[in-house]
């Protein structure tokens, strides 16, 4: 069992009506604002006047960016360091999903360097070591950006998808209210809740031994998604529902459940390229990529893992042989993905082509194999990917 | 279900070998530093002499403040305070378990005002707005205090045992390592995990409506201590165990599983009230309590409560009379206490007299009847006390 550091100082407004604090907390850090944002969502279901009036009350000077896309660009964030720098910004806030949220963290780290920062990404990147104060609003349950010190970028010039953590990254305070989510679509809704629970399996499942107490809190998280994620999508206005989706959303991967396990993460590395080629939603390639990938790895050895997710988390017998209630876990995750959540359950559906597969099998081990559950080389990948197929 | 501020900015070097850590961690403070403990125990393990050749090496100027009773006193907060005021002191250091941490969370409060620090306790309890920067080194798991912004303090002269919760009490930093807990004697680790289950219990067994990923967690830590409890008793130097009672300590009180929950504490202020008078092991109280109360509150409006209890904590069996599992619930927590972990099962055992029962039960009503799981009254208390004749 590995030693480790838990340090995850940010602070959360969750609920409704929470924003009455957002003035008292961005004047800790100045008046000057950068506030970011993606496509006109934010304004059609009433926040972006919500906030505004917020930032006007408390006096706050504010400048805008908007027009972040999902999997966001590198050159948004170039956009956003250039006003950092140009107005003096004291404090960023995002509002959005992950995608601003992932991109607003990087804007704030570039604005205290002098470098490019697509330098922050890659074999050689570049040190983190200061970032402008950011305070978040989410709007999307998925991705956990807003108590995380990560953030995914893309680069269409070079078809590179790279992540990078960073503990300057981290939010100061953000603020999760589950309403905020009520418009957020089906697909969407469903997208976001096989992010979750990728994001928690990429750790649950994993040989080395580490705390009980964790795993126990993975099947619960695992567990909430499956009761709510339906309930949220049938009824969206539901309050239950949306709210344990968006806690467990930052939960699943602000760093708790990680103790000391140090294992690379493998459906990640996996679905990076493929949106990084299509431009297709990151949940729903884990969707498809996660039970093959369970399927792929399954032998003697680890069909224990197999056995706790099934039991705890969909309530299958525990009564019967280890390999049969390890089949029975991917079927229900497989069922639960693509009939539950009715998420498109291949690639051939989404336009993924098999051309691509070696190439996006390189990238995804380009920094070596992926050390995961078990270890990937590119060939492997192929493989996965064309089960995919 | 209600709004709530998540805010627990403690960092925490879990595992072996972290105080090597431990000099950087102080010395962002300053320079003098207030060494607190209890008796010998740090000395006899070697921790004292490991802690002392870190503050050395660091360069830190030591103080020492030793003989910090269980259940502190409020004699022992002022001769903190004293030494704080008259040293010049930067941050505290308290190495122990929750008595000390506790005792010198309002050292650090104290050394902050004029008055006197018994006045932070009571109904017209003083505010706590600063306090000097306090690290901790856990040596047993229990209290949460490592974690939490709160603290207990006993005052024999006015036979008080009153708590305390204020922001600016929660540590900086917490070292937590399991292999200072094996030392811990099979008693205290036994009334160690009594006390880790109320702190979640007392918050689990509640009928307002919150998030259901907290109570999955919740169940989550219970499991976790029926299973590692037993293993620590038999293997003291079981790393595994230790480990997992450890970090579960910590997480049963630091406020992530209040959500947003605004019911008060039951078994707590019915406790506090023995060991003011008789100055018993806390745990020791709680494991007597715990099932009395369980016992007294059951009713048809609650009983979903302790099915989820029984089934998800214990795995008894859910295909059966609700009323059924629920009195198995209760059978199964108090074999779990009395019988598993081998504590005393009465008052009478423990010596607590009858006599007391009135008085004890109108100060745990100090403040009002105790609006918990079910209201409870001076009567209400004074019935459950007799249960545990």
Redesign the interface.
């Given at each position: 069992?590995?030693?480790?550091?838990?340090?995850i100082?940010v602070?959360?407004?969750?609920?409704?009506?929470?924003l009455s604090h957002l003035g008292e907390e961005l004047k800790k850090y100045g008046n000057r604002v950068l506030l970011t944002y993606g496509g006109g969502s934010i304004k059609r279901i009433g926040l972006y006047d919500n906030v505004i009036e917020v930032l006007h009350k408390a006096g706050m000077e504010v400048f805008e960016l908007s027009g972040i896309e999902p999997n966001p660009r590198i050159e948004s964030v170039r956009e956003g360091v250039k006003m950092c720098k140009e107005h003096n910004i004291d404090v960023l806030l995002a509002v959005g999903g992950g995608s601003t949220i992932d991109a607003t963290k990087f804007m704030a780290a570039g604005a205290c360097v002098e470098h490019d920062p697509w330098e922050f990404f890659g074999a050689n990147a570049k040190p983190i070591e200061r970032a402008l104060p950011l305070v978040t609003i989410l709007t999307l349950s998925a991705t956990g950006s807003e108590m995380d010190s990560g953030g995914v970028i893309s680069n269409l010039a070079t078809q590179d998808k790279l992540g990078r953590l960073a503990q300057p990254l981290l939010p100061k305070v953000s603020f999760l209210d589950p309403t905020l989510t009520y418009s957020v679509s089906a697909y969407q809704t469903a997208c976001g809740a096989a992010d979750i629970m990728s994001h928690i399996m990429e750790v649950y499942f994993n040989m080395n031994?580490d705390?009980?107490?964790?795993?126990?809190?993975m099947?619960?998280?695992l567990?909430?998604v499956v009761?709510?994620a339906p309930i949220a999508i049938a009824e969206p206005e539901n309050?239950?529902a949306r709210?344990?989706l968006m806690?467990?959303s930052s939960?699943a991967i602000n760093g708790f459940i990680n103790?000391?396990k140090k294992k690379a993460w493998s459906c990640h590395p996996m679905e990076h390229e493929l949106s990084a080629v299509y431009d297709i939603t990151h949940g729903l390639g884990l969707a498809i990529l996660t039970p093959r990938w369970m399927e792929y790895c399954l032998d003697e050895t680890n069909v224990e893992k197999y056995v706790s997710f099934g039991v705890n988390v969909f309530g299958i017998d525990a009564n019967q042989e280890p390999m049969t209630i390890a089949k029975q876990s991917i079927q229900r995750l497989s069922d639960f993905f693509f009939k539950t959540l009715g998420l498109q359950s291949t690639f051939t559906e989404v336009g993924i082509k098999r051309e691509d597969f070696k190439e996006m099998a390189r990238k995804a081990c380009r920094y070596g194999d992926i050390r995961g559950f078990k270890t990937l080389t590119p060939e492997d990948v192929e493989r996965i990917y064309e089960m995919c197929l």
């Open positions: 069992m590995n030693s480790f550091i838990y340090d100082p602070k959360v407004y969750f609920g409704e009506n929470q031994k705390l009980y107490m964790l795993d126990c809190f099947e619960g998280m567990k909430t009761r709510y309050y239950e709210a344990n806690w467990t939960w103790g000391g």
